[in-house]
């Protein structure tokens, strides 16, 4: 098919490529041009089979991916990539174009009902992980459409409250994730639902403008599905393509050019940009077909679940040892839906006939195991007889498992949870368990944040298992006896309590406003430089090796610190660890977190053997957004660059100071 340009295209048809066909194809304008199909990610390919009356809807089934909170934990560019490469693959199969992922909003809020879809509460792994996503999914021959742009940090009133950001919070923390992941040149970006600082997402052209002239995206900004009020504004904004097709707001956008309220240059920028979308797409997909196996790809999620699983607390209980009697109970164990083990909204995938059965997996390894399900899903309270056994299965057994959760009845897109602590009914259960057996571990299947504080103390062990998708009881038993060694690390700071947190009561202080009065005090970042003690810290994750740290070296390379140092693995098990360069300003002139992450790695080190970390940080990593020169500055003064195994385990440090751009060590 020959290429059409905007010139060839008359008005009508440039207004009808602007505002799609259907749900999930753009208009082909009666064949003139190739039709693009598009679908639900990101932790699966989600194809609607059929929509009933009431709205829900039947997807086809598809493997189940962790969750993007899951592969965020496993810190690892690689795993990120060959996720995106085998969604690539399904894409491919079923005749899909684009696929609605990956998103990288920041983890401002615990409660946010879409967390488990998101990557970090920091800027640098979360559009680093989404890079790497994207790189994979492209160069398999699928469009990614980054979301959602921009400050879509809670569900709440999603559709109409207006997010209130200053300019530098913009830059250093929501729009950064973006900017990183614009490198590796998405075809597409969608926009937000909510207002920023009172303009529509569908309508943000200062934001639009930032992504094409600063951050060099090439691609079309794509609505939300029905976030577009006024199509002539946002075409006007420079937003390019309405999702999924709206009868009133064509037939506006038509009445507006007419009476010339719509320029010709702003359709024609809108038309053309879509046309690239439209041929780009068809360009990446030519002599592209799936390169794995469904069998490939499903070990794949395994591969990628049994990494980002945490192992947060651990005193020697784990791993099982051959033999071992273990009580397990919990309905996660051993649940009856996939809903269970998942997140709802847009990313629920459909499982199939998939089943997960973790004592079937653990029994498979050698474990005696005796199962009760103890609690059902979402009830509020005990499970009268098979509580009771549960409890004396684990007074009876070596180690007690207790398998606990949320699932998509509280973690969903369009509305939040409302309490960032499991439901009472399995709080029980794991006291009742902890009372009966000193070796009580505890299995956490969440996509976010839980809050531990009425129990963790009087558990041995607490494993962050998150959504692990296709596979996952069997990487999680494999952790569980040690066939794998646990190297995830979280990609969220575990607060001891919600009152902690600085946003927690910036939900609707003001009707229709959220206000972001913690600025840059998001995480990590609020904590460290607070001195706010958390359960678990950004970064952490225990392992069965045990690393050592040593020989930190630096110098000043170009404009920027070569920073070099060893890590040695001196247990006797081969082991994963992921090292973390932090930098703080010492005396800021302006109001500075105390440390912010600004690079990442992770290796296999065998054991005994040691190996070697080289990163250079060019002058953006020492930069902060000035507001009053408008630009990034590095200011004159000390600085401390810290590496460490998590924001709070800091192995190595070294000072240098910053004298009109030249680095001198100290």
């Given amino acids: 098919m020959k290429r059409k340009t905007v010139q060839e295209l008359s008005a009508e048809e440039k207004m009808r490529l602007l505002c799609g066909k259907d749900f999930w194809h753009t208009d082909d304008l009666a064949g003139k041009i190739p039709q693009i199909t598009v679908s639900d990610g990101p932790n699966g390919l989600r194809i609607v089979k059929e929509r009933a009356a009431d709205g829900s809807e039947t997807a086809y089934p598809a493997t189940a991916y962790p969750a993007i909170s899951l592969l965020a934990n496993t810190w690892n560019r690689a795993a990120a990539r060959e996720m995106g490469a085998c969604l690539a693959d399904e894409c491919l199969e079923k005749d899909v174009d684009i696929l609605l992922a990956p998103g990288v909003n920041i983890k401002r809020h615990p409660l946010n009902g879409r967390n488990f879809e998101y990557f970090s509460e920091d800027p640098v792994l979360a559009g680093e992980m989404a890079k790497a996503y994207i790189e994979g999914l492209q160069g398999g021959g699928v469009g990614a ?107 506006k956008l038509c009445e507006d050019y007419a009476r010339g309220a719509l320029s010709d240059a702003a359709l024609d920028a809108c038309a053309q940009r879509v046309l690239d979308l439209v041929y780009r797409c068809k360009q990446m997909r030519q002599g592209k077909k799936a390169v794995r196996t469904a069998e490939e790809r499903r070990a794949a999620a395994r591969r990628i679940a049994a990494e980002g699983i945490v192992l947060l607390k651990n005193n020697g209980v784990l791993p099982l040892q051959k033999g071992r009697r273990a009580a397990i109970s919990g309905c996660y164990a051993r649940p009856d839906t996939c809903g269970m083990l998942r997140g709802g909204g847009s990313s629920a995938v459909n499982r199939g006939e998939e089943t997960f059965d973790l004592p079937a997996r653990l029994a498979e390894r050698g474990v005696e195991v005796c199962f009760e399900s103890a609690f059902r899903y979402d009830e509020v309270e005990s499970f009268g007889q098979s509580a009771r056994r549960a409890a004396l299965h684990a007074a009876a057994c070596d180690c007690s498992i207790v398998c606990v959760g949320l699932g998509e009845k509280f973690e969903r897109e369009g509305a939040d949870r409302e309490t960032a602590r499991l439901p009472a009914v399995q709080e029980r259960a794991i006291l009742a368990s902890a009372k009966s057996s000193p070796n009580t571990v505890v299995v956490v299947f969440a996509g976010s944040y839980i809050d531990m504080s009425a129990w963790e103390e009087k558990v041995a062990a607490i494993l962050f298992a998150g959504y692990p998708g296709t596979g996952g009881d069997g990487a999680l038993a494999d952790i569980l006896v040690g066939a794998v060694n646990p190297s995830g690390k979280l990609s969220e700071t575990f607060p001891r309590c919600l009152a902690d947190v600085p946003a927690a009561d910036g939900r609707g202080v003001f009707a229709g406003v959220t206000a972001y009065t913690e600025g840059l005090g998001v995480g990590y970042r609020h904590y460290s430089t607070c001195g706010v003690p958390v359960l678990f810290p950004f970064g952490h994750g225990l392992s069965y090796s045990v690393f050592v740290y040593s020989d930190l070296s630096a110098s000043a390379e170009g404009c920027g610190l070569r920073l070099s140092f060893a890590v040695e693995n001196t247990s006797a098990r081969d082991g994963a660890e992921t090292v973390q360069v932090y930098v703080r300003e010492c005396v800021p002139l302006v109001r500075r977190p105390d440390r912010e992450l600004k690079e990442f790695a992770k290796a296999e080190i065998g054991a005994g053997r040691r190996k070697r970390f080289s990163f250079l940080l060019g002058p953006r990593a020492f930069a902060h957004w000035s507001a009053s020169k408008d630009g990034w500055e590095v200011s004159d003064g000390v600085y401390e660059v810290l590496v460490g195994s998590s924001a709070q385990d800091i192995r190595l440090q070294c000072k240098l100071c910053i004298k009109n751009g030249e680095i001198l060590l100290l």
């Fill in 145 to 251: 459409c980054l979301k959602h742009f921009c400050c879509n940090n809670l569900e709440y009133d999603r559709l109409n409250q207006s997010s209130e950001v200053d300019e530098r919070t913009l830059r250093e923390l929501y729009y950064r994730p973006f900017e990183i992941a614009c490198e590796a040149q998405p075809v597409s970006l969608m926009c937000s639902y909510n207002r920023i600082n009172g303009t529509l997402g569908a309508e943000y052209a200062k934001g639009f403008a930032l992504l094409r002239k600063e951050f060099r995206f090439r691609g079309a900004i794509v609505s939300d599905w029905s976030a577009v009020r006024d199509r002539t504004a946002s075409a006007a904004a420079g937003l390019d393509l309405e999702m999924p097709f709206n009868e009133k707001n064509y037939r």
